[in-house]
Nanobody, 117 residues
Framework: QVQLVESGGGLVQAGGSLRLSCAAS????????MGWYRQAPGKQREWVATITRGESTNYADSVKGRFTASRENGQNTMYLQMDSLKPEDTAVYSCTARRDSSSPRYWGQGTQVTVSS
């Protein structure tokens, strides 16, 4: 079983920044796809960003231009740099990873991000 552990969440004011980290128990080079999801109170979990092994990225429209996903394979860590945060970004953010499209997706426990107005 793969373990993913998020960190870096916290409380920030609107317009501020946070950088989330997702550390894997093994080499993240084995994962074709990694990404971030979030779940706000009263809402379904939504996809935020995806980054492939080749470091191509995709973002939800709601965060595009403000969030940047990255991978540092040598550190076995994925990051989500969040800038220009808005109150509607408040959610529990979880990282996820899978080796290929037919493999199970692994999840971290999540880290709380709260953005005050």
């Amino acid at each position: 079983q793969v373990q993913l552990v998020e960190s870096g969440g916290g409380l920030v004011q609107a317009g501020g920044s946070l950088r989330l980290s997702c550390a894997a128990s093994g080499s993240i080079g084995s994962f074709n796809t990694m990404g971030w999801y979030r779940q706000a109170p009263g809402k379904q979990r939504e996809w935020v960003a995806t980054i492939t092994r080749g470091e191509s990225t995709n973002y939800a429209d709601s965060v595009k231009g403000r969030f940047t996903a990255s991978r540092e394979n040598g550190q076995n860590t994925m990051y989500l740099q969040m800038d220009s945060l808005k109150p509607e970004d408040t959610a529990v953010y979880s990282c996820t990873a899978r080796r290929d499209s037919s493999s199970p997706r692994y999840w971290g426990q999540g880290t709380q991000v709260t953005v005050s107005s």
